[in-house]
Structure formats: C-alpha cells, structure tokens
C-alpha cells in the first residue's frame, strides 16, 4: 500500500488480519479460551488477543430463540 505524506511517497506493509467472535456459556469460557491459546500461538509477533467481554442477552434472529438456546 502506498501513501503519500507531505509530498513523501511511503509503502506501507500491512499484515492481514482476521477477527474471530466466539460466543460460549459462562461455564464453557475459560476451556475455550484455553484451547485457543494452545491452537493459535505461534510465538511470533501477530499471533493476536483475546478477550471476554459479557452479553447481556443473545437472540437468534431465524427461531428467535434468546439466552443460551440462542447459542
């Protein structure tokens, strides 16, 4: 990608990223983040975060089905 700043033309090299949203019971979180941190670490820089946020209520739109049969 190049930009141009202050008449300066600079490439920059972006590294590809991919989001990944995960929603799990209360009980289930700590297992799934675990398996995540033995699956994706590489060791190198980029290898990502994760965090866990609550939700307060989740819906699935075609059944609308809420709370955890929402899941």
């Known amino acids: 990608h ?3 700043y202050r008449g300066a ?3 920059v090299d ?3 990223k991919v989001r990944v949203e995960v929603l799990v019971d209360d009980g289930d ?3 799934v983040v675990d398996h995540i941190l033995e699956s994706a670490r590489t060791g190198k820089i980029g290898d990502g975060k994760v965090w866990v946020v609550p939700v307060e209520e989740a819906w699935r739109i075609r059944t609308g ?3 955890p049969d929402a899941l």
């Open 2 to 4: 190049t930009e141009v």
């Open 9 to 11: 033309e600079y490439t």
């Open 14 to 16: 972006f590294v590809p």
């Open 29 to 31: 979180a700590r297992s």
């Open 65 to 67: 089905e809420s709370g």
